[in-house]
């Protein structure tokens, strides 16, 4: 499977932050049904907070940062400040060493390589947030999505496995992305987790697939995909262990 790169996070990124500034001009006190405790202003302020976490991670390097998230601004200064720290951890990201240290929360190495992706997820789930919200459409392109569902089966599944989560559905499941052709096998067992890429052919239990996109979506509890019940279930399984905000 083709795995974004660190220049097509960035710009993928750049343009999506853009976009949701626009978006969110005006409209700072209107409900986001996908969170429901939270406003626009709440996305917002949490995109600007994730932004400045992650470039203390990346200068800090070794070792998680001691960070507190910024109280919220008055309304006419918070998108300016969120868009300021977006684009300077864009901007940090582009230039640092792909492989200098800096801490995570996965099981994956602790070098800066795992950020912009990280990033990435964020500011497209949360750009879908905002245009539901506003009901403005907003496409997420295939080879993001697919790069999204990569890091949920592969990064937070395994983070979830080791911080305790358990599983009630065990075996292999096959989840197909079908305009990209991408195709993972995520192998479980009550406490375990292993995914790797798959092959038309290979054992499996159950099988998902859609489009890029709508796994993303669906695995990231946004929309539900229309499933026969045994599906379902699975889907259900793997989307728990995405995270939640």
């Known amino acids: 499977m083709n ?6 996070h960035v710009e993928a990124t750049r343009a999506v932050g853009a976009h949701v500034w626009r978006m969110a001009e005006n409209r700072l006190d209107d409900r986001v049904p996908a969170c429901p405790e939270w406003r626009i202003r709440d996305v917002v302020h949490h995109l600007g907070n994730v932004a400045s976490f992650i470039r ?12 507190t998230d910024a109280e919220m601004l008055p309304d006419d200064r918070l998108i300016p ?8 951890v864009l ?7 792909p492989l200098a240290d800096a801490w995570n929360w996965s099981t994956r190495p602790h070098v800066v390589s795992f950020w912009p992706r990280c990033l990435t997820h964020e500011a497209f789930v949360h750009g879908w947030d905002v245009a539901d919200a506003v009901g403005r459409p907003l496409t997420i392109p295939a080879d993001v999505a697919a790069d999204g569902v990569d890091e ?24 197909h992305s079908t305009d990209t052709d991408d195709r993972w096998l995520v192998d479980l067992t009550a406490s375990t987790v292993h995914t790797s890429a798959a ?21 990231w509890g946004r929309t539900r995909l229309n499933l026969e019940p045994h599906q379902r279930g699975w889907a259900d399984q ?3 262990g995405a995270p939640t905000d």
């Open 56 to 67: 203390a991670c990346v200068e800090q390097g070794a070792g998680e940062p001691e960070f």
């Open 152 to 175: 949920i089966l592969a990064v937070h599944l395994a983070a979830g496995a080791r911080d305790g989560r358990r599983f009630t559905r065990t075996g292999r499941i096959e989840i």
């Open 238 to 240: 793997i989307a728990a």
């Open 81 to 88: 400040w969120a868009a300021k720290e977006w684009d300077e």
């Open 199 to 219: 092959t038309p052919d290979e054992p499996r239990d159950a099988r998902i697939a859609a489009t890029a996109e709508e796994l993303y979506l669906d695995l």
């Open 91 to 97: 901007d940090c990201l582009a230039a640092a060493d």
């Open 3 to 8: 795995l974004l790169d660190t220049a097509r």
